[in-house]
């Protein structure tokens, strides 16, 4: 049987843009092996791949559920999948994505984007990353490597942990290399949060922020990379650092972020984040809702002989 797929461009109206992501779809009474999907996953070779269950009377529900692989393996959310996938699936009457972290709902946003109410368990961890010895790498490298002592390590979701390094300048952020500082070892984290710790570092500076329709509006340049890739826009990691900005450094109540990612790849990507954060009786910030909003176009669509 063949199976049905998309590739969008994610995060961006311009194709071969933004973050390139393939849409499989399963049809109704078809079960693809875990062997299967990780093959097919493997195949596209993208950041992620999305395996949507479709059903046999799709007017009857509004909502899918949707799997999602890198190409070593299963996650249980990321960001740039849930929004390639809301825009593949909301003409069709889809209002629920339903992910292994939980239902996510989808609504549309302003200026034709749509967002994604996206479930979240936070943490900060206690400890913070010790940073490698400056003196063993060239200039920039040993600026970065200074500047990454004692950033944050957070947690969006278990198995989705990010270090949050902010750099003084967009040319120091222009200047970071895929795979020139050592992996983070997982130990680094909270016991008990350890599993799918991904190694990556989210870089950022922030552009300033202005009040936009009676909410603040904060800009912000990033970069992700690990040992091996650059990613040109990270949800995941745009969510875990708009809720670490918004529960540790803001003071506001309601807080939106546009975060612009892949500019160095050429891939230019728009991230869109509105948070709200209550206070409990204690006073500590609570993160309340976090919605992720974003485009994306379609660029090509065919058939996987399965």
């Known amino acids: 049987m063949a199976l049905p797929f998309t590739t969008l461009d994610v995060f961006t109206e ?9 849409v499989v779809t399963i049809p109704p009474g078809m079960v693809l092996t875990q062997a299967q999907k990780q093959a097919i996953a493997t195949e596209f070779n993208l950041s992620e791949t999305v395996f949507v269950h479709d059903v046999e009377n799709p007017a009857a529900t509004g909502e899918r559920r949707f799997d999602i692989f890198t190409p070593q393996g299963e996650i249980p959310f990321a960001g ?18 339903l992910a292994k972290v939980g239902p996510i709902n989808i609504e549309p946003a302003a200026d034709g984007a749509l967002r994604a109410a996206i479930p979240h368990n936070v943490r900060l961890h206690q400890r913070r990353l010790p940073g490698p010895n400056p003196g063993s790498f060239p200039t920039s490298q040993a600026q970065i490597a200074r500047v990454e002592r ?26 970071v290399w895929v795979g020139a500082l050592p992996e983070l070892p997982a130990e680094l984290l909270d016991d008990g949060w350890r599993d799918g710790w991904v190694t990556r570092r989210y870089y950022f500076v922030r552009l300033g922020s202005e009040w936009v329709g009676g909410r603040i509006v904060h800009r912000i340049r990033t970069r992700m990379v690990n040992q091996t890739i650059e990613d040109p826009a990270t949800g995941s990691a745009a969510c875990a650092l708009s809720s670490y900005l918004s529960l540790h450094e803001l003071e506001e109540q309601s807080v939106s972020f546009e975060i612009t990612q892949g500019v160095e790849m050429g891939r230019a990507s728009n991230i869109l984040i509105d948070v709200e954060v209550s206070k409990g009786l204690d006073g500590a910030r609570k993160l309340g809702t976090l919605h992720l909003g974003g485009r994306a176009v379609p660029v090509m669509r065919g058939s996987i002989m399965a």
């Open 150 to 175: 004692f950033a944050p390590l957070f947690s969006i979701v278990k198995g989705m942990t990010f270090a949050l390094i902010e750099l003084p300048s967009l040319d120091l952020l222009g200047a």
């Open 14 to 22: 311009a194709r071969f843009k933004g973050n390139p992501l393939a």
């Open 80 to 97: 740039h999948p849930t929004i390639g996938t809301a825009v593949f699936l909301h003409p069709h009457g889809v209002r629920t994505l």
